[in-house]
């Protein structure tokens, strides 16, 4: 039986160490970049997560103009005046869009958001199935009603480039957001 000498038992050791602290220090790496990534989210959306406490929300479900396309958006305002808005459009029964916290302005009757998401089409073929996209909405609401224009723009290939057109909409919940 052959001995190895001490000094190459105790290099191996050191290099077993030497590859705990370079996977240490990667995974600290990853769970830091992750930090600033994902905790930084809320503040570049408009900071409705540090916006305070919702105070009045309003349901609106809306239609496209050719009946083609609906949504279901859920209009939030906090304690310190912001507004937060949440919902979901969907297309021709098999394309859908949901979307958190997007940036809302309004001023008197005029109200508009734009929000991002990942859209679905479950009928698609597999890899084609997802999208990013952008979503503009722009019009007026007056009494539990609105209308306007939207237009949605997808990013991934074999993706249309996007649908735009007219909306109407009823606030079926809630008050004191809208005129």
């Not at 679905?120 to 224009?149: D, H, I, M």
């Not at 939207?150 to 809630?174: D, H, L, M, N, Q």
Request: charged share 15%.
């Amino acid at each position: 039986m052959v001995s190895v000498p001490s000094p190459v038992k105790d290099a191996a050791k050191g290099g077993e160490v030497v590859k705990r602290r370079a996977l240490m220090s990667m995974v600290i790496a990853v769970m830091l970049i992750s930090g600033v990534f994902v905790g930084g989210y809320g503040l570049r959306s408009g900071g409705a997560a540090d916006a305070g406490p919702v105070v009045a929300t309003e349901r609106w479900e809306s239609i496209t103009e050719r009946g083609n396309g609906k949504g279901v958006w859920t209009l939030s305002k906090h304690s310190d005046g912001t507004l937060s808005i949440a919902g979901e459009w969907a297309y021709a029964g098999s394309v859908t869009c949901p979307f958190n916290e997007g940036s809302v302005t309004m001023a008197g009757p005029s109200f508009a958001f734009t929000a991002e998401g990942t859209a679905t089409n479950a009928s698609a073929p597999l890899g084609y199935q997802t999208s990013p996209f952008a979503l503009k909405v722009e019009g007026e609401t007056r009494g539990g009603k609105g209308s306007g224009t939207y237009a949605i723009t997808f990013s991934a290939a074999a993706w249309p480039p996007g649908f735009s057109g007219k909306w109407t909409a009823t606030r079926t919940e809630g008050e004191g957001i809208t005129e």
